[in-house]
């Protein structure tokens, strides 16, 4: 199994230990690393059985204000920032586990941000044989849940957890 990690993140993969697929066949990532996930199976030629995608970075929705007023407080402080942004993914319960994080970019939250996932790339993913899954928590603080659950339904199975955070953890 090939796991994308979330933005600033490394080694968040056992916070999803109860959902993977852990086959040679499954690739998944979480948050900003679900684009990734996906970005790796368009372009890759193996055989790939499962895309899982935990909590994926949607923004598509989101108006052009929020995206720039991530973008200014990530450049204004951006440990102020990471720190309210893994508040945030936890929310509404206290942050849990042991995290590492990588350095970031601003141009990696830009790529975030401003995703658009595009059916057509859904389709060519189906077209191949890969069934898609996609895990969201309907307490979701970091991404709009409804939105992303309603766009992705049509390409995977979708699971919704009812009071899951952007980690999918319950309390």
């Known amino acids: ?101 990588t350095e970031t970019t601003a141009e990696e939250l830009r790529e975030l941000l401003y995703y658009i996932w595009e059916p057509k790339l859904l389709e060519s993913v189906i077209s191949r044989g890969t069934v898609i899954e996609v895990y969201l928590g309907a307490q979701d603080h970091i991404i709009d849940a409804d939105a992303a659950r309603e766009f992705f339904r049509p390409f995977a199975t979708v699971y919704f957890i009812k009071q899951a955070n952007h980690f999918l953890t319950e309390s």
């Open 1 to 101: 199994m090939r796991f994308y990690s979330g933005f600033s993140l490394r080694d968040e993969v056992t916070f999803f230990n109860a959902f993977l697929s852990d086959t040679e066949y499954t690739v998944a990532g979480f948050s900003h690393g679900a684009i990734k996930a996906l970005e790796d199976v368009l372009a890759s030629s193996e055989r790939v059985d499962t895309l899982q995608l935990f909590s994926p970075a949607f923004f598509q929705t989101r108006p052009e204000k929020f995206k720039r007023l991530q973008s200014m407080a990530y450049k204004k402080s951006k440990e102020g920032y990471l720190k309210r942004f893994i508040s945030s993914c936890f929310q509404p319960y206290p942050v849990a586990g042991d995290l590492t994080f």
